[in-house]
């Protein structure tokens, strides 16, 4: 730029113009171009900009604002899965969540009647229903994978309850037992280091039969795993080892996916930060 343009940028004050258009924006991406931007003097891209504006302004006043929530930069993890990589769940959310809102920016055109210079950035949206769906049936929150993930899934869960209450069922029957009062420090059931155990008063170690997985600060107390439990608890432990497996082959398979329709999701995220832009522009007061 040469030193009148940037004087002139300064006397018309375009950097607090700029922060007052980026907090309109939604999509930090979309905010972070706003403060980027630049006076053009090409006099075609003026009258085009203008027009999307002046269009997307007819559109707020008629239908109110698009939602452009949910619309993150998703490249780094499409490029790695791409490259085969497995992507966690925050960042799979993450794209199922640009999707969605490529559909609903998309479905907010409707029957538009007479064209604007902005419809064709609306028709340009692709979005995948599919694999929106698709990921957020899989993916509940970012730490939570649904049963029907997959029907192995579903299964080994299953067997995950059921070896959990057998545990359970046996625990239950020791702590309710009269002749275990006097053992137990307390009738209760708790875990340690994932397993099912009942706390056993030390001067009485040999009286419950059982692995001691841990010992209270004090060592009035241990932690005992009784030994009709430990087939129980290892059968829960290799379903856990088998969870844990078949839990990444659906993330790796829907890592695949995503990265199968790569170009379109990118194309929908530039397109809904340009539109997020332009009504941005539509709704700031100069």
Do not use: W
């Not at 790695?80 to 992507?87: N, T």
């Amino acid at each position: 730029m040469s030193e009148l343009f940037e004087k002139s940028i300064r006397t018309l004050e375009l950097p607090a113009v700029l922060e007052k258009l980026a907090a309109k924006a939604v999509s930090q991406a979309a905010k972070d171009r706003c403060l980027k931007l630049t006076p053009s003097t090409d006099v075609e891209e003026v009258l085009r900009l203008l027009d999307e504006t002046d269009a997307a302004k007819e559109r707020l006043g008629l239908h109110g604002s698009p939602s452009f929530s949910g619309v993150k930069d998703v490249s780094a993890a499409l490029t790695r899965a791409d490259h085969g990589g497995m992507l966690n769940t925050r960042e799979l959310l993450d794209i199922a969540g640009v999707l969605r809102c490529a559909r609903r920016v998309g479905d907010y055109l409707g029957d538009s009647g007479e064209k604007t210079a902005v419809d064709h950035l609306f028709r340009s949206l692709r979005g995948n229903r599919f694999l929106e769906e698709k990921i957020f049936t899989s993916i509940l929150e970012e730490d939570v994978i649904a049963d029907n993930a997959s029907p192995a899934l579903a299964d080994i869960r299953r067997h995950m309850h059921a070896a959990a209450a057998r545990g359970r069922q046996i625990l239950q029957k020791i702590v309710s037992s009269a002749s275990y009062g006097k053992v137990l420090q307390e009738a209760i059931i708790t875990q340690r280091d994932g397993r099912f155990v009942v706390p056993v008063k030390a001067e009485f170690r040999g009286s419950l039969p059982g692995l001691v997985h841990d010992v209270s600060a004090s060592g009035a107390t241990l932690f005992v795993e009784p030994m009709g439990v430990v087939q129980a608890n290892n059968e829960l432990k290799e379903l856990e080892a088998k969870e844990k497996k078949e839990i990444e082959r659906i993330l790796r398979a829907l890592s695949a996916e995503a990265a199968g329709y790569q170009r379109d999701i990118l194309e929908d995220y530039e397109l809904l930060v340009r539109l997020d832009m332009i009504f941005a522009l539509s709704l700031i007061h100069i």
